[in-house]
């Protein structure tokens, strides 16, 4: 097994983050099991509750069972930190297993059950009544025991008549009787039944007394059952019925692989996986959003010259040449608000124009707050958007330039970009309205497509817009204290928090002996996604190496343990008794000084028994005494880009306005603070499957270390093969010394018993 990386005297302000993130998490919701370990997975997967949320007093849906079977059939490398499973399955690996193990047969155990079917099969006469029979001593037992067994059936059979008998006479079914009325007769009832019973049990259990003694006069009851026990011992079975159990669960999917059903406890576990965090925790930074205003009005922007060749190709039907005639119009009007300041500079400034224009559409009013809100926003716009500009373009003169035309003209702009939109709307929805053959078959899908995508867009632009107004109003002050707590912690989950510095964060980046991490960008804590700020990244990662930021985490945490029905490992405690067909091991199990190279080489050196899911994450980076100044801002860039931090990351990129109800990033100063709302999978507990001590057939096949007298395949067909010939009395070789006994057949000598 794995040693932690914490040593005896080693603090908790001296832990890196892993040890101490794997330590705290172990602790609360760990086991004292010796052979089960937590393995961390970092990144986590992100699990979307939709999969597996159903009915839990219905039957599981096909689909749920399928994503709770992909779920369970992972299997990992026996380390304690990990980027992912390591790509086989546990079915596979089990089965693969399995076929390596071959029965060793125990020849002390197989003589004596030969000895044993040489006694039940000796030959014997019994007069059941119709003279002697010639049989044997197991078919004249059983047939006696037969006899016995059917006349205790007759007596509770009768005894079940009669009391149907008294009970008919009393209650009938039809009738509603008091509770007095049925308290009494119930008391008549069951004395009835005894006055009957003390007049005839003594008939009957003599008879059945009597069908016993002619059982016991043959052979004791008890007798047999033993025999039955030692004949029925041995191992080996236990190997075909775990594939048969294997095999039966098997259940085909559509889409080519194969499910394997699993229980999940609690079974309600999916019912909990929604997050705590409000609108408001979730609301991004201003600049992360004028970062997506950027992107979507760059995307209008396109779409919109797209529009206007389609325009120019499009025939003049009807009213479309009017409506084509109003949107030029309110474009015209639109510039000529803004001070034609488009034609004075390139056309990224002219792109750069439209996103400062639709962030301040987002702040309206007139008060000064709201100047002020207005103001703050144009310039985080432009310092967010400031590569839409060409080299050589002063920023601070355009930036002036629209602001003030703005603050003049804001009714008038705002009612442009209005107009705008409502024409582009109604022009594409005119054009929709007419056949293909009268616009162009070959026009009419880029008319669909471009209103879809326009109408996209537009929705998007809109529910960021409306953030940008939530945010300019809750953007927390420097000064306010980040609590990392979640919300609300469900029944069944438990709080983790974890304080430590970015310096032991690094630290853990070195330490891959016991690990396998994920390593992209920043570090293994910051991974994924795509930056445009190389420079920022990689001067970040410079500087952060001797940085004393502080990190606080908080989450949420449960454990879910995963039981299967078909799948038995107990199977492997008994590879002692066992040949195996290579040579390589199937586990080194609980082994303390097998390396983690033999691990990993191994069969299947452990499975998943639980995973821990995480939820409500809030990580907070606060860098205020740190000399690196770029930190917060990077980070920003990054998570809301759609890359991960520390482990955690969403299902998606911020470029879909929707992915901030999964995350959110905001900074403040040289601080930065990152939520992480979807629950995701942090780890999986492992149970180490025991130790291979099978032997290789190569090795030899008689003998062992602990004296037991084991045999091969051949000797176990040869001894059956003595049995079904009546040579029962066989040599036997035990523990080295040869006795020789002189066959016989089972068909020489005779009992005999007369009723």
Same mark, same amino acid.
């Given at each position: ?19 101490? #993130?794997?330590? $705290? ?29 159903? *009915?839990?007093? $219905? ?94 059936? !007759?007596?509770?059979?009768? $005894? ?7 009970? %008919? ?29 003390? *007049? ?9 007394? &009597? ?7 043959? #052979? ?11 004949? *029925? ?62 992107v979507l009005t760059r995307q209008k922007r396109n779409l919109m010259t797209r529009l206007e060749n389609l325009m120019a190709v499009v025939p003049d039907k009807e009213n479309l040449k009017e409506l084509k005639d109003a949107y030029n119009n309110s474009k015209n009007m639109f510039n000529a608000d803004f001070g034609n300041l488009a034609s004075n500079y390139s056309t990224a400034a002219a792109s750069l124009f439209n996103q ?16 002020? %809100? ?7 716009? @432009? ?11 002063? !920023? ?10 703005? &603050? ?6 705002? !009612?442009? %970009? ?10 594409? !929805? ?59 912690? =469900? ?7 974890? =304080? ?17 991490i994920t390593q992209n960008n920043g570090g293994f804590w910051l991974f994924g996604g795509s930056s445009k700020n190389e420079t920022g990244m990689s001067a970040m990662e410079s500087q952060i190496q001797d940085s004393t930021a502080s990190v606080a985490i908080g989450m949420a945490v449960t454990k879910v343990s995963m039981t299967r029905n078909w799948f038995n490992p107990g199977v492997f405690a008994l590879t002692r008794e ?9 586990? #080194? ?6 390396d983690i190279s033999d691990w990993k080489d191994s069969i299947f050196p452990a499975y998943p028994v639980a995973f821990v899911v995480a939820k409500d994450v809030t990580i907070h980076v606060d860098s205020s005494k740190s000399d690196s100044d770029i930190t917060a801002k990077t980070v920003e860039e990054h998570v809301s880009r759609g890359g991960g931090f520390f482990g955690f990351h969403s299902s998606s990129g911020s470029s ?30 492992? $149970? ?17 270390? =602990? ?8 000797? #176990? ?17 035990? @523990? ?9 057949? @089972? ?9």
């Open positions: 097994m794995l040693e932690a990386t914490k040593t005896n005297d080693q603090s908790a302000d001296q832990q890196s983050f892993i040890t101490s #993130f794997y330590n $705290q998490l172990n602790g609360i919701i760990g086991g004292d099991n010796p052979n089960q370990f937590l393995c961390l997975t970092f990144p986590g997967t992100v699990l979307s509750k939709e999969g597996f949320k159903y *009915d839990v007093e $219905q039957d599981k849906p096909l689909r749920v069972v399928a994503n709770e079977s992909r779920l369970a059939n992972k299997l990992f490398d026996p380390v304690k930190v990990t980027g992912t499973d390591n790509g086989r399955l546990l079915t596979s690996q089990y089965k693969t297993a399995l076929d390596m193990l071959s029965p060793r047969m125990n020849l002390e155990i197989m003589q004596a059950k030969i000895h044993l079917r040489k006694i039940l099969a000796t030959p014997y006469t019994y007069n059941f009544g119709g003279g002697d029979e010639k049989s044997t001593l197991q078919q004249v037992f059983y047939r006696l025991y037969d006899e016995w067994v059917v006349t205790k059936q !007759k007596w509770a059979f009768k $005894q079940t008549e009669i009391r149907n008998e008294i009970r %008919q006479r009393y209650f009938n079914t039809s009738e509603n009787l008091t509770p007095e009325v049925a308290a009494k007769y119930e008391a008549k009832y069951q004395e009835e039944f005894s006055i009957w019973y003390q *007049d005839n049990a003594e008939t009957f259990l003599a008879g059945i007394e &009597e069908k016993q003694g002619k059982i016991l006069s043959i #052979f004791s009851i008890n007798d047999m059952r033993i025999i039955q026990g030692i004949l *029925d011992t041995g191992t080996g079975s236990e190997i075909h019925e775990a594939r048969t159990r294997l095999s039966n669960a098997e259940k085909l999917n559509p889409d080519g692989g194969t499910v394997y059903p699993v229980t999940f406890y609690p079974e309600d576990w999916h019912t909990k996986l929604s997050s705590s965090f409000q609108y408001t925790d979730l609301l991004e930074s201003e600049e992360a959003l004028m970062q997506k205003i950027g400062l224009a639709t962030v301040m559409s987002a702040i309206t009013g007139d008060s000064d707050e709201k100047k002020a %809100q207005r103001h703050d926003a144009v310039q985080k716009a @432009a310092a967010s958007n400031k590569d839409s500009l060409e080299k050589g373009e002063d !920023k601070n003169t355009i930036m002036t330039n629209i602001l003030n035309n703005f &603050e003049v003209n804001q009714a008038k702009i705002l !009612k442009a %970009q209005l107009v705008m939109e409502q024409t582009t709307t109604e022009y594409l !929805k005119a054009a929709m309205a007419y056949k293909a053959t009268e616009i162009g078959t070959q026009i009419m899908p880029l008319v669909r497509d471009l209103r879809s995508q326009l109408e996209s867009v537009q929705e998007q632009i809109e529910e960021v817009k409306q953030k940008i107004a939530m945010a300019v109003q809750f953007q927390p002050s420097g000064s306010e204290k980040v609590d990392v707590t979640p919300n609300v912690i =469900d029944a069944g989950y438990t709080e983790l928090l974890i =304080d430590t510095n970015m310096s032991n964060v690094v630290s853990d980046e070195t330490k891959t002996n016991n690990a396998s066992m040949f195996k067909t290579t040579t390589t091991k199937i586990s #080194f199990g609980t082994n303390p000084t097998s879909s306005s929707s992915s901030s109800q999964k995350s959110s990033v905001q900074s403040v100063g040289r601080s930065v603070t990152v939520r992480f709302a979807e629950p995701q999978i942090i780890g999986y507990y492992l $149970q180490v499957v025991p130790e291979d001590n099978s032997l290789h057939v190569a090795d030899g096949i008689n003998g062992s270390q =602990d004296g037991t007298n084991y045999g091969s395949i051949i000797d #176990f067909v040869n001894k059956l093969k003595d049995v079904m010939l009546g040579n029962i009395a066989t040599t036997n070789t035990m @523990a080295g010394n040869e006795t020789t006994n002189t066959p016989t057949n @089972a068909a020489t000598g005779s009992m005999s018993n007369n009723s």
